[in-house]
């Protein structure tokens, strides 16, 4: 059973640019939230997609945008780069449908440096 | 790998000891727990969870206590292994799909 898969594994931009990072849910899940960590930090919630749509969003700006596909994989997009936004970018992938409860499951992450 | 938690609050225990981590949550709302472990490199691995209508809940070798009363939250984990070194984050749903992560806590286990 695949676990939650994302590509790249790491990522080098430059300020100004835009990157687009990918997230493969856990097989059976239906929903992919995003988060980045910054270094010595806990995750922060960026955004949730489910059934192609995003149904909650963090303390991100509009630069923060996303996707879901018919098979419940994503992307999260960034624009106009910042330094600032060098961070492990997290997917974790969940169950939401029939379910009160929908446990979080963590890829690796894609480690982006902006230079 | 890169590091977890440079600058993170430090709990150091032998080899063999019970371990016991703490934290601290926010919205007196909130109904449902996570502990992760995030060891170097990777992402958080889910340990255990617990809702709010309980108090303690059991697995292999970790227990998850909760305190409504002063919004406390803590994991114990069993005969700590070499292995269980990593950072430990708690996490609380608010509302009905975000998570509040804590600010981390790294274990360091002492041979």
């Known amino acids: 059973d695949a676990g939650v898969t994302q590509s790249p594994t790491h990522l080098i931009k430059t300020r100004g640019q835009q990157v687009t990072l990918r997230c493969s849910p856990k097989?059976?899940?239906?929903?992919v939230s995003w988060y980045q960590q910054a270094l010595g930090q806990g995750p922060q919630f960026i955004f949730q997609y489910y059934e192609e749509e995003e149904r909650q969003r963090g303390n991100f700006p509009d630069r923060f945008s996303g996707h879901q596909f018919p098979n419940y994989s994503s992307e999260l997009n960034v624009n106009a780069l910042l330094l600032g936004d060098s961070a492990l970018y997290l997917c974790a992938s969940s169950l939401s449908s029939g379910r009160a409860i929908d446990t979080q499951y963590f890829g690796p992450g894609t480690r982006l440096t902006v230079l | 790998g890169e590091s977890v938690g440079l600058h993170l609050p430090t709990l150091s225990v032998q080899e063999g000891d019970n371990s016991i981590i703490n934290c601290a949550y926010s919205n007196s709302a909130s109904d449902y727990f996570i502990w992760y472990k995030q060891e170097s490199g990777k992402g958080p691995q889910f340990i255990i969870d617990?809702?709010?209508?309980?108090d303690k809940r059991q697995g292999q070798r970790v227990t998850v206590l909760l305190n409504k009363t002063v919004k406390h939250l803590s994991l114990q984990i069993a005969a700590t292994q070499p292995g269980d070194s990593a950072v430990y984050f708690c996490?609380?749903?608010?509302?009905?799909?975000?998570?509040?992560f804590g600010t981390g806590t790294r274990l360091k286990v002492l041979a």
């Open positions: 097989s059976g899940h239906d929903t």
């Open positions: 617990i809702r709010s209508n309980m």
């Open positions: 996490a609380e749903r608010v509302g009905t799909y975000k998570y509040i």
